[in-house]
């Protein structure tokens, strides 16, 4: 099954899937999902995936709430892995409250919920948050706190709540 969405006659997304399973309420359930989209990011155009065993989607809310084995990887190195993900197409928002484990480049971590705002390029990590950083010119850094908001624009990492830094023995 393939779905493909439009904004005017450009495409904005293709959501393929192994097995269409029914309709629940107006929500489309899905089995064995891939769902491409195109992105811009400081003024550069790039191609996103997200991967699941599940989803149902409905394409009247902009609405698609993935299930088992979630993964997002962003043109740009980002990549998320998670057991659940809720994607709002007309408020720019990703969230979940599950584990989830994230890297890009340099910097990897781990948390219980994420929130992720497109239109203002913020991450917010709610709870048990864990980031290592791994600079080839200095000793890994791993760094815990209670909560944490990290922002693209500013290219800032604010911790909160019980932080601690460690960094070499």
């Known amino acids: 099954i393939v779905y493909r969405s439009f ?6 997304f293709v959501l393929s ?8 309420q107006g929500d489309i359930r899905l089995q064995g999902v891939t769902v491409t989209f195109s992105y ?15 989803c149902y989607y409905n394409p009247h809310q902009q609405k698609a709430s993935f299930r088992g084995n979630v993964v997002v990887k962003t043109g740009d190195g ?19 409250e599950s584990k989830a484990a994230f890297s890009r480049k340099d910097f990897s971590g781990t948390s219980t919920g ?5 239109e203002e390029g913020r991450i917010e990590l709610p709870a048990d ?3 290592l950083l791994q600079d080839p010119d200095n000793k890994p850094m791993v760094i815990r706190s209670g909560s944490a908001v990290l922002e693209r624009e500013q290219q800032t990492a604010r911790f909160a709540g019980g932080v601690t830094v460690t960094q070499g023995p």
Do not use: H, P, Q
Not at 78 to 92: I, N, P, Q, S, W
């Open 7 to 12: 904004k005017g006659d450009k495409e904005s």
């Open 17 to 24: 899937a192994l097995k269409w399973v029914g309709e629940e």
């Open 78 to 96: 980002f990549e998320l892995k998670t057991d659940t993900l809720v994607y709002r197409g007309d408020k720019g928002i990703a969230r979940t």
């Open 129 to 131: 948050v864990v980031m």
């Open 114 to 118: 994420l929130t992720y705002l497109s």
């Open 40 to 54: 811009m990011a400081k003024g550069e155009s790039g191609t996103s995936t997200v991967t699941s065993d599940e």
